[in-house]
């Protein structure tokens, strides 16, 4: 069946009745059937899907739709879905049903969209690779001895390999746009606040964001629309009016447009993608735009305040998990305490354990103010220093990742570099303002490229904009 590019086309195809919602369905089953040896999907809702699917036809036939009706959506494994597992790639979770349904996945559904399954991600959305998840890692489908990224790297895969047509996912460090880079797809992290966290398992909550992966930038600007705004459930999600992303995206602007010089000279870079973005800055140039290089001498600061901070709120959030009250209880504990440690310890991973201690090492009374407290004015300077760049610049411009995809196993030893792979993605989560990535080309080995905008907040539209202006294969 031919694959539709964007959701627009498929939905004026559903309009004259060329297509229905049963062959997208169909279509993105049998892919998902086929590439089954790439770990995308923990679980996929095949009849349900299909019997939303000839419902929603009917709806179409009778002309009374949602804005989303047959568009075929996957889950990140750590979006609320009532009535649907729920593990957050973690063995903790076992056998845990969601009771809720997660806002945005509610909004979802009140436009018609039909949810697909539940996708691959590492444990608790830590990582970069997803290696880390109790189910195995997801393969990248561009060559399958490499890493789709992570932590939302099913969801990345699942769009690249056309599982469905967007994906939601989650970035607290820069999990949606990472995979996204190395899986040649277009992946939004909106503003902190912009949608609700309600029914989102939490990570690090002052990071936290649900975010949307597409090949298509139109297709994000619609899902947007309709997930973002207000919400009862969550008192810090942002009460500001959402914009129409989607007609906002067909006026183009001429931007001006700043790159820290550091980000595109660093040694870090690999030179396929130092060339890309000299590449976009000479593109941008040459439509009009400005681009200026412009110096961020916080930029070092910025890795390590993440995971100060993000390791803190891991290490209280995921308290919870203590074989009581969710999914897995480790058999035959002696007394209270044991019943803790062995259900934790069997039930998380290896890096969800380390983090676990290094945040509630941070917290601890004699390092708190050392660590904790210095990360937490860190972060003010980071964000007002980067609120600074955008008062006087539309977007700043840069790799979404120092790399392209890596090979399986490559990084796994050493943590430390894992976390390097998060390098340039961190700041919009630790100065809370959007972000995107989008592909600008591929490397040698004809991995793809992504590039990174980020610009000040409630500013998504400038976001896809640029990618529109951008993107290439
Ligand atoms: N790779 C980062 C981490 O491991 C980001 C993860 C994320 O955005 N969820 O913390």
Redesign the pocket.
Known sequence: MKNYFSFSEIQSNLRTGKLSCVDRVQFHLSNIREKSYLNVFLSVYEEEALTRAAVIDKKIKNGSTGKLAGMVIGLKDVLCHKGHPLQAGSKILHGFVSQFTATAVQRLLDEDAIIIGRQNC?EF????SNENSAFGPVLNPIDHTRVPG???GGSAVAVAADMCQVSIG???????R?PAAFCGVIGLKPTYSRISRFGLVA??SS??CIGVFSKNVEDIALVLEVIAGADEFDSTVSTKSVPNYSDEIMQPKKFNVAYIRDTTESEALQPEIKNSIQEAIAQLRSEGHTVEAIDFPLLAYILPT??IL?TAEASANLSRYDGVRYGYCSPEPKDLESLYKKTRSEGFGKEVQRRILLGTFVLSSNYYDAYYTKAQKVRRVIREKTKAVLAEHDLVLMPTAPTTAFKLGELTDNPLEM?L??LF??QA?VAGVPAISFPYGKDKKGLPIGLQAIADDFEESKLLQLTKLLTKE
Do not use: C, I, K, L
């Open positions: 590492d959305a830590m990582g970069s992570g932590s939302s989650s970035d607290t460090g820069g999990s949606v990472q990570y690090g990071f936290d993440y995971y993000a976390y792979a998060d993605s961190v989560n």
